[in-house]
């Protein structure tokens, strides 16, 4: 089944808040002889920031967040930050139970399939970001790197964070797949890498095992087909 186009998308996107629920999240295993299979070119259709929804909070629905570093910092380029951030995320997951279906780590904003199981994905996130804000803050410290603890507090508090994030529900294993596609490629997409299996802070190796990559945190594998 072809992915959908935008059209369809925001079809599906305004049929939700008309009050129709989202296809509930299906735990299961990846069939690996087409996951192995070369991934396909990203989409060519975007959802433009203007046109993005914050999720509503609704339990059973993967979400694909968009987080992004505020000014657009190179916040996370160096990798110990970028290890922090997902240990941070992978700590959340499982002191608040939820499915880490995807992720990738860039090195100013970070993308996440996720789904919370109470469906909050707003709270989930609103423990998230300040954690992670408070041990960049620590690791930044630790190695006397003063420029960028005076960067996050430069505005009276510590912010590391945009104000806003960029979420939406997903609909069903075609979207999923998109979304996994989209957040593995986004590396290769910023000309840091020429495949995905070679960048280090992404879930790309959990449905690619044959690859060699290995992801850094666990991954909650979903139905993509």
Request: hydrophobic fraction near 35%.
């Amino acid at each position: 089944m072809p992915f959908e186009d935008d059209l369809s998308r925001l079809e599906r996107v305004r049929s939700f808040e008309r009050g129709l629920r989202p296809l509930p999240i299906e735990l299961a295993a990846v069939d690996w002889k087409r996951a192995q299979a070369p991934l396909k070119a990203p989409h060519s259709g975007k959802v433009t920031m203007s046109t993005r929804l914050n999720s509503p909070n609704d339990e059973g629905v993967l979400h694909f967040v968009t987080l992004s570093v505020r000014d657009r910092k190179r916040a996370f380029v160096r990798p110990e930050y970028a290890q922090m951030v997902l240990r941070e995320l992978r700590y959340e997951c499982d002191r608040h139970p939820s499915t880490l279906a995807a992720y990738v780590v860039m090195p100013d904003h970070v993308h996440l399939l996720i789904g919370p199981q109470d469906g909050k994905v707003t709270r989930f996130l609103a423990r998230f970001k300040p954690g992670v804000t408070l041990k960049l803050d620590a690791l930044a410290a630790s190695h006397q790197r003063t420029k960028e603890r005076e960067w996050l507090a430069e505005k009276g508090k510590r912010e590391l964070w945009q104000d806003s994030k960029h979420s939406l529900p997903i609909y069903s294993p075609e979207w999923i797949r998109e979304k996994v596609e989209y957040i593995h490629n986004n590396p290769v997409r910023a000309g840091l890498v020429e495949n995905p299996g070679e960048f280090a802070f992404s879930s790309f190796g959990a449905y690619f095992p044959e690859s060699g990559h290995k992801p850094f945190v666990e991954v909650d594998l979903v139905e993509m087909y």
